[in-house]
C-alpha cells in the first residue's frame, strides 16, 4: 500500500531509531534532559527565536500562545480554513477563551488590508482583537512572506501578537529557498510540527522570547504536557532537523510529478497542488475515486467534497513513478461510490 492520506504517518528510520536509543536523558521538567535542552537549543538557531520549548503537539503549540496572549473576551484573526478553527476541537475557544474571529481569505492566505479591517479599537461592548494567527504552510500553499512582513508590520502598529502555526514551515522555507527565521521574523512566536514531514513520531517545538517561553512552560504543565525522560524522543527530533529538511524537495518533486499524472488523466479538476499536497475535485464522487485508489493500494483522504493527497518520506522515487502508472491506468468506470 503507498500511503498518501497524510505526512504524520512517516515512519521512524532505522537510524532515527538508533539516535533515540542513543539518547542521553534527564527528568525534562526540572529542565534537567541534556537532549530536550540541545534540541531546544537547535530549533531556538533556526527560528532566530531568544529560547524555544518542546510541546507534546501541534495543538499544544498552537493553544499556549492563545492562553498567553488571547484569553476570555480577546479576539484572534485567522482564516476560516486554520487548523485552530477546523482540526483542534475548538480548543482556542474552549481552553484560551479566546475568540476566532475569521478574516476573508484566498485559500488560508489573508490579505493585508483585510487583516487591518477586521482590527477593532477599544468599544466598550466589543470583544477586544488581540493577536493573528497566520498559518504557513496552508493547505500546502505558502504564504509569501511580503504578505507575512505587511501583516507583521499592521499587528505592530495596533498593539497585536502575531502567532505563526508553522506546522510545515520548513516545506515552506525548502521550497522558496528563504530561511525559517526569516518567515520567522514576520511572526511574535512560531510553533512547527516534527510529527509530520520530518519523519519524527511525537512532538512540536513553540519558540519565542524568553519571558514568553518562561509563561509557556507553566501552560504546558497545566495542561499536562510537562514530561520526563523525554530526550528519547527529542533525540528524534535533532537527527530529523539534521537530516531531513533537505529531502523535503524529494515530497515536492513527487507531488509535481503526481500533478502531471493526474492533469494529464482528465478525470481530475486540481484546486491546489502546492509544496507536497495536492487537493483536487471530479465530476465524479469522490467517495468512488477513494475508494478505486484503494482498489489499486493507494491511500488517500478526503477533505470535505475534495480528495487529498499528501506526499511524504513515506514514498520513494520508484513509488512516485507508480503511483503516477497506477493513475494513468485508471478508469473512470472504475469511480461509482
Ligand atoms: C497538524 C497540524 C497542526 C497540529 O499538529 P498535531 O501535532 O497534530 O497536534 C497544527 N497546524 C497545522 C497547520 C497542522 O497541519
Same mark, same amino acid.
Given at each position: 500500500?503507498?500511503?498518501?492520506?497524510?505526512?504524520?504517518?512517516?515512519?521512524?528510520?532505522?537510524?532515527?531509531?538508533?539516535?533515540?536509543?542513543?539518547?542521553?536523558?534527564?527528568?525534562?521538567?526540572?529542565?534537567?534532559?541534556?537532549?530536550?535542552?540541545?534540541?531546544?537549543?537547535?530549533?531556538?538557531?533556526?527560528?532566530?527565536?531568544?529560547?524555544?520549548?518542546?510541546?507534546?503537539?501541534?495543538?499544544?503549540?498552537?493553544?499556549?500562545?492563545?492562553?498567553?496572549?488571547?484569553?476570555?473576551?480577546?479576539?484572534?484573526?485567522?482564516?476560516?480554513?486554520?487548523?485552530?478553527?477546523?482540526? *483542534?476541537? #475548538?480548543?482556542? %475557544?474552549? @481552553?484560551? &477563551?479566546?475568540?476566532?474571529?475569521?478574516?476573508?481569505?484566498?485559500? +488560508? $492566505?489573508?490579505?493585508?488590508?483585510?487583516?487591518?479591517?477586521?482590527?477593532?479599537?477599544?468599544?466598550?461592548?466589543?470583544?477586544?482583537?488581540?493577536?493573528?494567527?497566520?498559518?504557513?504552510?496552508?493547505?500546502?500553499?505558502?504564504?509569501?512572506?511580503?504578505?507575512?512582513?505587511?501583516?507583521?508590520?499592521?499587528?505592530? *502598529?495596533? #498593539?497585536?501578537? %502575531?502567532? @505563526?502555526? &508553522?506546522?510545515?514551515?520548513?516545506?515552506?522555507?525548502?521550497?522558496? +529557498? $528563504?530561511?525559517?527565521?526569516?518567515?520567522?521574523?514576520?511572526?511574535?512566536?512560531?510553533?512547527?510540527?516534527?510529527?509530520?514531514?520530518?519523519?519524527?513520531?511525537?512532538?512540536?517545538?513553540?519558540?519565542?522570547?524568553?519571558?514568553?517561553?518562561?509563561?509557556?512552560?507553566?501552560?504546558?504543565?497545566?495542561?499536562?504536557?510537562?514530561?520526563?525522560?523525554?530526550?528519547? @524522543?527529542?533525540?528524534?527530533?535533532?537527527?530529523?532537523?539534521?537530516?531531513?529538511? +533537505?529531502?523535503?524537495?524529494?515530497?515536492?518533486?513527487?507531488?509535481?510529478?503526481?500533478?502531471?499524472?493526474?492533469?494529464?488523466?482528465?478525470?481530475?479538476?486540481?484546486?491546489?497542488?502546492?509544496?507536497?499536497?495536492?487537493?483536487?475535485?471530479?465530476?465524479?464522487?469522490?467517495?468512488?475515486?477513494?475508494?478505486?485508489?484503494?482498489?489499486?493500494?493507494?491511500?488517500?483522504?478526503?477533505?470535505?467534497?475534495?480528495?487529498?493527497?499528501?506526499?511524504?518520506?513515506?514514498?520513494?522515487?520508484?513509488?512516485?513513478?507508480?503511483?503516477?502508472?497506477?493513475?494513468?491506468?485508471?478508469?473512470?468506470?472504475?469511480?461509482?461510490?
Amino acid at each position: 500500500m503507498y500511503d498518501l492520506r497524510s505526512d504524520t504517518f512517516t515512519q521512524p528510520s532505522q537510524e532515527m531509531r538508533k539516535a533515540m536509543y542513543l539518547a542521553e536523558t534527564g527528568d525534562d521538567v526540572y529542565g534537567e534532559d541534556p537532549t530536550a535542552v540541545k534540541l531546544q537549543e537547535i530549533a531556538a538557531e533556526i527560528t532566530g527565536k531568544e529560547e524555544s520549548l518542546i510541546v507534546s503537539s501541534g495543538c499544544m503549540g498552537n493553544l499556549i500562545p492563545h492562553m498567553i496572549k488571547g484569553g476570555r473576551g480577546k479576539e484572534v484573526l485567522c482564516a476560516a480554513s486554520s487548523h485552530i478553527v477546523q482540526h *483542534e476541537i #475548538g480548543a482556542v %475557544v474552549s @481552553l484560551s &477563551g479566546t475568540l476566532p474571529v475569521i478574516v476573508p481569505s484566498d485559500n +488560508g $492566505i489573508m490579505a493585508p488590508d483585510d487583516v487591518r479591517k477586521s482590527i477593532h479599537g477599544y468599544a466598550y461592548d466589543m470583544s477586544e482583537t488581540a493577536m493573528i494567527e497566520v498559518e504557513n504552510t496552508t493547505s500546502g500553499l505558502i504564504y509569501p512572506l511580503l504578505v507575512m512582513q505587511e501583516i507583521k508590520k499592521t499587528a505592530e *502598529e495596533h #498593539g497585536l501578537w %502575531v502567532h @505563526l502555526d &508553522g506546522a510545515r514551515i520548513f516545506n515552506a522555507s525548502v521550497e522558496t +529557498g $528563504i530561511p525559517v527565521r526569516e518567515y520567522a521574523a514576520a511572526s511574535d512566536d512560531i510553533t512547527f510540527c516534527l510529527s509530520k514531514g520530518l519523519g519524527c513520531p511525537a512532538f512540536s517545538v513553540l519558540s519565542s522570547t524568553h519571558g514568553f517561553i518562561k509563561e509557556a512552560k507553566r501552560c504546558r504543565k497545566l495542561l499536562g504536557g510537562g514530561m520526563r525522560q523525554i530526550g528519547i @524522543l527529542a533525540a528524534a527530533g535533532i537527527y530529523a532537523l539534521e537530516h531531513n529538511i +533537505g529531502r523535503l524537495k524529494d515530497d515536492h518533486r513527487h507531488r509535481q510529478m503526481i500533478s502531471r499524472a493526474l492533469e494529464e488523466a482528465g478525470w481530475a479538476d486540481i484546486v491546489i497542488s502546492s509544496t507536497n499536497m495536492i487537493f483536487f475535485r471530479s465530476q465524479h464522487p469522490v467517495e468512488g475515486i477513494i475508494e478505486a485508489f484503494r482498489r489499486r493500494g493507494v491511500l488517500i483522504l478526503r477533505e470535505g467534497d475534495m480528495a487529498r493527497i499528501v506526499l511524504s518520506l513515506n514514498i520513494s522515487d520508484e513509488d512516485a513513478e507508480d503511483v503516477c502508472a497506477i493513475i494513468r491506468d485508471m478508469k473512470t468506470g472504475e469511480f461509482t461510490a
